[in-house]
């Protein structure tokens, strides 16, 4: 399967603790997102990248997280200092990023955080 | 700000009958519509996409979506559900065809009575 993964599936921390995740795009995409899913909401765009470059960053990505595109292949999300708000499902997407196919975003099936 | 409202949170209907979702949008520039579904234990995909070519959307699975601007909705139809529709259906919209940064609604659960 060349799908988007993401890896861990599950992480349980303690608060205060940092974690990372990290995702793997489909290799001939060069857009990756970053995506988070709270209960009973749907995903909210945190960052996104078009190969290594950093584009843009949601407001809701605060100076605790920092996301990274090495080399524009894979990407690491990092969240230091964990608070117990930061429990949710963080999911990662890749998307070819140009002409028709604009707009379609394949997902990861998602890393949930539960901070203790 | 643009946004997307998902009127209800959870739909049941039986097998076989129609099947309708609604979205409704905030907007005064003409929007990009998405409709994505989330299987349980999958990533979202997507369904279909409104980018200012035809009103009605067709999609995979035998769903269809229609853009009424008048209505600000982009509900989303299937005359005959299936089991295998039951699932998560989030809305999405975006103002900028540039990316893929979109607003999502926050989903309704469709489930499908045998």
């Known amino acids: 399967d060349t799908g988007v993964s993401q890896d861990p599936r599950h992480k349980i921390t303690k608060r205060g603790q940092n974690v990372t995740f990290r995702c793997d795009p489909i290799s001939e995409h060069n857009r990756l997102y970053w995506y988070r899913q709270t209960l009973g909401q749907g995903p909210e765009f945190l960052t996104y990248f078009q190969n290594e470059a950093q584009l843009e960053k949601s407001r809701l990505l605060s100076d605790r997280f920092s996301a990274e595109r090495p080399k524009g292949s894979f990407s690491t999300l990092e969240i230091q200092r964990t608070e117990q708000g930061d429990s949710a499902m963080y999911l990662c997407?890749?998307?070819?990023?140009?002409?028709?196919?604009?707009?379609?975003?394949?997902f990861g099936e998602g890393s949930r955080l539960t901070v203790l | 700000a643009q946004s997307v409202t998902q009127l209800g949170s959870h739909v049941s209907v039986s097998e076989g009958a129609l099947v309708l979702l609604r979205c409704n949008y905030s907007?005064?520039?003409?929007?990009?519509l998405f409709w994505y579904v989330q299987y349980p234990n999958q990533g979202l995909q997507l369904l279909l996409k409104?980018?200012?070519?035809?009103?009605l959307v067709k999609g995979i699975n035998g769903f269809e979506a229609e853009f009424k601007k008048s209505e600000t909705s982009f509900h989303l139809t299937k005359p005959s559900a299936h089991m295998s529709d039951a699932a998560e259906y989030f809305c999405a919209v975006s103002f900028n065809f540039g990316n893929e940064k979109l607003t999502f609604g926050t989903g309704t659960r469709l489930t499908i009575i045998p």
């Open positions: 907007s005064s520039v003409p929007p990009y």
């Open positions: 997407a890749s998307s070819l990023g140009w002409g028709p196919n604009t707009g379609e975003l394949f």
């Open positions: 409104y980018t200012s070519a035809a009103t």
